[in-house]
């Protein structure tokens, strides 16, 4: 619309222009359209004035996501005219966060973890609108964001991927203790195979490395699939039927125990995701369950390349039951006592806008999983072999909960550590029977 001046509005009769409107219409147009320039061109924000925007997210393992993720928010704010304070949490910390939230306000968005939309289903604002416009525009959501992003048909927030862990190994070491094409990836080993090459790189000084503390990526996406691959489930499908302890669990729990002993670092009961990273780039492990942020870590080091030339990423082990990973999306929600829904909204329909979202992702090299079809076939994707692993991830992908749904009493399991504590009572104490007793009666009082 052309602008029109206080002397031409004078001129304009007040009953009708030539095009039939009104001067008081066009006063009023006027003040809109200027109101949304104030705002950025996000009409939708009810008044930008005094507006300030929470965003709550963990920390990112890839540093130039977490500023780009920070960049972002504060170009949102600039472009919508709000005040934007974007904080980057502990991964452990999110929760005790939207607890404090839910309970004193001051918490607009939040990075969900898988499952925890399901938690805290009565807290967060349904977007579902908003997740499958982002999934039509992307080719439809990936599997697994489809079976593990909505709950009860609907988007409590809109997924965004999530960051696969795979084995990640020296490939020196490995060839040393007699794998053979180790520098070729992609190996197809057992849990035995694998504690047999942890047993003999312990004997050459240098271990493997397990977190098994308390933090929400690397010890539940290792334990999970152990357990699975065991033939043992927290539940059954009927959602109550306790399948934990079971007699071949209880076997390859023992032999965990012994694994831990002769092939790993025995102080990973007390490690967090970053423990890990900082063991196998400070030379003092040779394999760990890890994100692709060692190998991002490692292609950065001012080391001629010998550590990343060294590096290399397989599937995680089979058991007796199968090969399985953790796998779910995250979640960009809204907790549904916020002060400012109509500014998260749009800040989370901007971000996901492909000229935006697509830059963060890009930014992680394969560390964060896809979301949507379009991106498997992303020119990204063919810049490192050594990545190419990271694909084939999402078929061996269960959720939190299975063989039952995923649900909030899955949630609750996890976010109370009962699988990762009873594998670390078991290697602390030596009695995988007594470890498993206990973590059957804990998954008890949360499913019965």
């Known amino acids: 619309m052309e ?8 001129s304009i009769p007040e009953e009708m222009t030539e095009n039939g409107v009104t001067r008081r219409q066009i006063i009023k147009t006027g003040a809109a359209a200027g109101a949304v320039a104030l705002m950025g061109g996000f009409p939708n924000i009810s008044s930008a004035q005094n507006k300030t925007l929470n965003i709550v997210r963990g920390t990112y393992f890839i540093p130039a996501a977490q500023e780009i993720a920070k960049q972002q928010a504060e170009e949102f704010g600039k472009q919508a005219g709000v005040k934007v304070n974007a904080d980057f949490l502990n991964w452990p910390d999110l929760q005790t966060k939207i607890g404090a939230g839910l309970q004193a306000g001051g918490v607009d968005v939040i990075e969900l973890w898988p499952v925890q939309n399901h938690l805290y289903a009565n807290n967060l604002v349904d977007m579902t609108d908003e997740a499958e416009e982002v999934a039509s525009r992307g080719g439809g959501f990936e599997e697994y964001v489809l079976n593990s992003g909505h709950v009860n048909g609907r988007y409590l927030g809109i997924p965004h991927g999530n960051n696969a862990g795979t084995i990640a190994y020296r490939i020196s070491a490995f060839e040393k203790a007699g794998v053979k094409h180790a520098d070729k990836g992609g190996m197809d080993m057992t849990w035995d195979e694998y504690f047999a090459v942890a047993k003999e790189c312990k004997k050459m000084g240098m271990p493997f490395g397990q977190s098994l503390g308390h933090s929400l990526g690397d010890p539940i996406g290792f334990c999970y699939p152990y357990m699975w691959a065991s033939g043992a489930l927290e539940v059954g499908d009927d959602g109550k039927t306790i399948l934990f302890n079971t007699p071949t669990f209880e076997y390859a729990l023992n032999k965990f125990v012994q694994a831990w002993k002769d092939g790993y670092d025995e102080t990973g009961t007390s490690w967090d995701d970053s423990s890990n990273n900082r063991a196998y780039l400070s030379g003092k492990i040779a394999s760990t369950f890890n994100g692709a942020s060692i190998y991002y870590a490692s292609k950065r080091r001012d080391d001629g390349g ?4 060294d590096t290399h990423h397989m599937l995680l082990p089979k058991g007796t039951a199968g090969r399985y990973h953790e796998f779910g999306t995250q979640t960009m929600g809204i907790l549904n006592n916020s002060e400012n829904i109509d500014v998260a909204k749009e800040y989370l329909k901007w971000w996901f806008q492909p000229e935006n979202f697509d830059k963060w992702w890009r930014v992680q090299e394969g560390y964060q999983l896809h979301h949507v079809k379009n991106l498997a076939n992303d020119p990204m ?14 078929k061996y992908g269960r959720l939190r909960g299975f063989a039952g749904n995923p649900n909030e009493k899955a949630s609750l399991a996890a976010s109370k550590y009962i699988v990762v504590d009873t594998f670390a009572k078991a290697v602390q104490s030596g009695d995988a029977k ?8 804990q998954l008890k009082r949360i499913y019965r």
């Open 381 to 394: 994707w063919q810049d490192d072999p050594k990545m190419g692993i990271f694909k084939e991830i999402p």
């Open 306 to 309: 010998k550590l990343m030339n």
């Open 434 to 441: 007594d470890a498993l007793e206990w973590g059957e009666r």
């Open 3 to 10: 602008k029109v001046n206080d002397n031409q509005l004078k």
